[in-house]
């Protein structure tokens, strides 16, 4: 069977962008549904994703700090393109063999100690992984899948037919001689339906005979071309397998490097592995024993062509090729401009916009279904929730709609408000008062409490945490509210989720805290900020959000967002108060202020 296919993904270890664009530009040109790339890992980035080009539109591929968050999040990606330098490139494929997931891994780096390559090659075997390289280029699947830069340029791959499928299955060590040879193959022949450069490292993950035998079993391969180089021992292996029958498809074979006779003593020919420390290793000898299996070898290099199209018309002729339909190629853009925003919420191309999926007309009215919550729910966190969590979100804006006109929030819009201005200025006024003294403690509830819950404290431990770190405990504590005299507001979402929550656990835990907090002050109570941030993280459990993913939300304010929308009710309601009794200019008396001004220090240089 083929490597690859037209739903093959894979993962790119460190973010190479032009090669990572060559491989999506070639996925547009053949016409794949879905790019070829699903991730990126770049353990060094601070970015969520990569903008690339699909055609003239863009795209987005994500990014990530690890091979294992990657693979967890694309498990049906399992190709791994190691692109990592070659002091990184050992431990990037062992660690992706002890993953498991991959059934193939290429690596481009070269000069990987041999002594780690031999041992990085063995355990793949073992698996069952399919490696590539080190010191390659990668390989192609023509009309499917390439990987990276093999093939060279869109115009290069359709020059060469590579961008749909042929007949021959190629495997050479040299990346810049596969590129020619797929250029020949194109000219002389219908192109190739496999292509792996194996690379160029003295111990490589599969060799020519692995690659021989997968294209023997691989029906749209129909002959196969095989470039060899001085040095080494692996040609010998397809020569048994020839001579026993595991190879009958026609074989056209050449190793470069004859010209080495003319030297004195052994010279390398630029790959690590190609020089030759026998005479069975010379390219003569290699040519010679390959001719006698029966292998098509030319007299030299530049009659390949004609051996190629000797072959081809060959097999054509006797029905074993047939013609190829050329199938219909997308054309890359010649100018493309990056996009300056990203949205991926709502859409408002097309004759209706919107909401993350959702037309707005089915989401509106009251017989869709939906409520302020659902279309929260997707436009915050691009998920329908299910109505237990649509509610709490609904009864969460209700209970901090408003605190009357004393607040300080609430205040400046009044005082704002009073001066003159308009309704957009007057609630601005009291939405900047919102932050950490203010609202601010639903988010630093669900923060501290999260944290001393995922690390098993128990509520004296988190007390003394507490008090190292200097923070007051968010959400513990009322001016006004105790023990003795509860919050009903408190009161009523404790039952609520009590009532409707799959499972509470940072609440129960929450309220161990309190016993403590209450039995030293009793107005140390869980307050509402504390049960709204507390309950939050709960619902999010509940829907099985990742502890990283809670806490993505809670530091990008998405908590006190709840309260920013829920107080801008009552904001308004005041603004508009103030508007109807046509309130005058406020200014502060003067007996609520202490003067305290003494005569300025007259300063003398």
Known sequence: MSLFNKDTQAIFWNNNSSAIQRMLDYDYTIGREKPSVAAIVAPTSASKFEKFFWGGDEIMVPLFKTTQEAKEAFGNADVLLNFASFRTAYDVTMEALELGGFKTIMITAEGIPERLARGMNEKARELGVTVIGPATVGAITPGAFKIAN??????????????RAGSCGLVTRSGGLFNELSNIISINADGIAEGVAIGGDRFV??????????MQDNPQVKYM????????TEEYKVIEAVKSGKITKPIIAWCIGTIAKYYDSGVQFGHAGASANAVRETAEAKNQAM??????VPNSFNDLPDTIADVYNKLKKEGVIREIEEPKINEIPKTRRNKNFVCTISDDRGEEATYCGYPISSVATPDTGFTIGDVMSILWFKKRYPRWAVDFLETVLKTVADHGPAVSGAHNAKVTARAGKDVISSLIAGLLTIGPRFGGAIDGAAKYFKHAHFHDMTPAEFLAYMKREGVPIPGIGHRIKSVRNPDLRVNGLKELAKATFPATPLLDYALTVEELTTSKKDNLILNVDGTIGILMVDMWRALGYSEEEIDVFIEAGALNAFFILGRSIGFIGHILDEKRLAMPMYRHPWDDILYDVHLAEDMKV
Not at 150 to 163: D, F, Q, R
């Open 150 to 163: 093999i093939g060279g340029t869109i115009n290069n791959i359709i020059n060469s037919k590579l961008h």
């Open 205 to 214: 993950g599969s060799v020519f005979i692995d690659n021989l035998l997968r």
């Open 225 to 232: 071309l095989l470039l060899g180089e001085v040095g080494g």
């Open 291 to 296: 001719k006698e299996a029966g292998i098509y």
